[in-house]
C-alpha cells in the first residue's frame, strides 16, 4: 500500500500530467516542450521536499539554516496574525534546488517599442513572462527571440507563487538573504494567494509589492529594531529613485517609439513612428540609453556612492529590461494610496484590492493611475 507521502506526491503529480494534458490539446510543439519542462520542474521541487519541524530537530541540520527556518516560521506567524495573510501550509517544506535561482523569466518588446510580448497560460491568462527552471532552457528560447529581433530580457527569481495550487515550499535561493528582504519575499509571495487578477502581470506585482513591503516594515516595527527599520527605508527611497529614473528613460522612449496606451493602459506599438529611418531611431535609442547610464551615476552620487544597482545596469539595458521593472513598480504608488485610505486597514485594503480585480482590465487600471494622481477618492466598499 503507498504511504501517505507518495499518495501526496501521486495526486500532485497527476494534477501537473492532468495540465500537460490540457496543453497539447491546446498547443504546437514549442508550446509542448516549454510546459514539458515546467512540469519536471515543479516536480523535481515536490520530490525533494524535507519538513521545516524535521530539519529543525535534526542535529546533522547546519546552525545557519535551522536559524533560518526558525525566522521564517516566526514570519509565517506574523504574515497570519497581524497581515492577515492565508498562510495555510505554506512554507512548511525546504527544498535545495542546488542553484541560486529556481527559474528564469524570459521577457521580450520590440526593438522600437515598450509593448511587451504575452504568453497564454491555462488559467492564469495573458502574462507578459515565460519562466524556465533552467537557465539554459531560457536562454535557448531568449536566443531564439532575439533572432526575430526582439530586445529581450532573461532574469533570474528566487521564489514564485503557484497561487494555491500547492503548498508552497521554502529554497535555498532565498533563505539566506537579508532579514527584511527574506520577510519582503515571504509577505509579497503570500500576496499572490490573497488577491490575483487573471491575466494582469502589472496589477498582480504591484499589489504583492505593495503587501511585501508593508510587511516587512511593520514587522521591523514590531521587532522594535529601529536600526534595521532606518536602514530598510533607506533602501526603499534608493528604489523609489531608481524606480522614477526607470520610468522617465520610458517616457523618453515612449515618445521617440510613438508608443500608445490603449483603453487598459497597456502600451501598444505604433503602426505610424515619428521617425520613419531605422537608422535614426536606433541612434537616438543608444542616446537615450547613454543617458541612462550618466543619470545613474548622478544618482549614485546622491546615495553616498552606494552600488546596489550596479549589477543591473552591468548587463544589456534595453525595453524588455525596462519593461521588468515597470511590471512591479507602475502602479505600487496606486496601491499605497488605497493602503492610505483604508486607513492602515490591511483587510479593508485587501477587500478592494479584491475587487478591484473583478472589474473589468480597463477600469481597474484606471482606477488605479487615478489613485496614484492622489484625486480625492473614499473607501466605498465595506469590509466582507
Known amino acids: 500500500m503507498i504511504d501517505s507521502k507518495k499518495r501526496k ?18 498547443s504546437g510543439c514549442q508550446t509542448i516542450t516549454f510546459y514539458s519542462q515546467a512540469i519536471r520542474g515543479q516536480y523535481q521541487i515536490f520530490a525533494h521536499e524535507k519538513s521545516t519541524d524535521q530539519l529543525v530537530a535534526n542535529q546533522e541540520t547546519p546552525d545557519q539554516l535551522r536559524h533560518r527556518l526558525e525566522l521564517l516560521s516566526s514570519l509565517r506567524t ?14 512548511r517544506k525546504y527544498v535545495d534546488v542546488h542553484r541560486p535561482y529556481v527559474v528564469w523569466n524570459v521577457e521580450a518588446a520590440p526593438e522600437f517599442s515598450l509593448e511587451p510580448k504575452s504568453w497564454w497560460y491555462p488559467v492564469l491568462g495573458r502574462l507578459d513572462y515565460r519562466g524556465y527552471f533552467s537557465k539554459e532552457g531560457a536562454g535557448k528560447y531568449a536566443a531564439m527571440l532575439r533572432k526575430k529581433g526582439y530586445d529581450v530580457y532573461v532574469g533570474g527569481v528566487e521564489a514564485y507563487s503557484t497561487l494555491g495550487w500547492f503548498k508552497d515550499p521554502i529554497l535555498n535561493t532565498f533563505i539566506f538573504d537579508p532579514d527584511p528582504d527574506l520577510a519582503e519575499t515571504i509577505f509579497h509571495e503570500l500576496g499572490h494567494q490573497r488577491v490575483f487578477a487573471r491575466g494582469n502581470t502589472d496589477f498582480n506585482e504591484a499589489f504583492a509589492t505593495t503587501v511585501g513591503q508593508e510587511g516587512a516594515r511593520r514587522w521591523l516595527q514590531k521587532k522594535n529594531d529601529q536600526a534595521a527599520l532606518e536602514k530598510y527605508a533607506a533602501e526603499q527611497r534608493r528604489t523609489s529613485d531608481f524606480v522614477q529614473l526607470i520610468a522617465r528613460t520610458r517616457q523618453k522612449l515612449e515618445n521617440l517609439y510613438g508608443d500608445q496606451r490603449n483603453a487598459e493602459g497597456k502600451l501598444k506599438a505604433s503602426k505610424a513612428r515619428p521617425i520613419s529611418d531605422v537608422n535614426e531611431l536606433r541612434r537616438r535609442k543608444e542616446l537615450i540609453y547613454a543617458e541612462l547610464q550618466a543619470d545613474y551615476q548622478a544618482l549614485k552620487k546622491s546615495w553616498g556612492g552606494n552600488n546596489e544597482y550596479d549589477q543591473w545596469f552591468s548587463r544589456e539595458v534595453n525595453n524588455a529590461k525596462l519593461n521588468s521593472v515597470a511590471a512591479y513598480y507602475d502602479l505600487v504608488p496606486g496601491f499605497e494610496r488605497l493602503l492610505q485610505l483604508s486607513g492602515g486597514d490591511l483587510e479593508k485594503f485587501y477587500n478592494e484590492a479584491e475587487r478591484l480585480s473583478k472589474m473589468k482590465k480597463k477600469e481597474r487600471q484606471q482606477r488605479l493611475r487615478t489613485l496614484a494622481d492622489g484625486a480625492p477618492e473614499k473607501i466605498t466598499a465595506q469590509t466582507r
Request: glycine share 10%; charged share 20%.
Open 9 to 26: 506526491r501521486w495526486r500532485k503529480w497527476l494534477l501537473c500530467a492532468g495540465l500537460g494534458l490540457v496543453v497539447i490539446a491546446v
Open 78 to 91: 506574523f504574515a497570519a496574525e497581524e497581515l492577515k495573510l492565508p498562510v495555510d501550509g505554506h512554507y
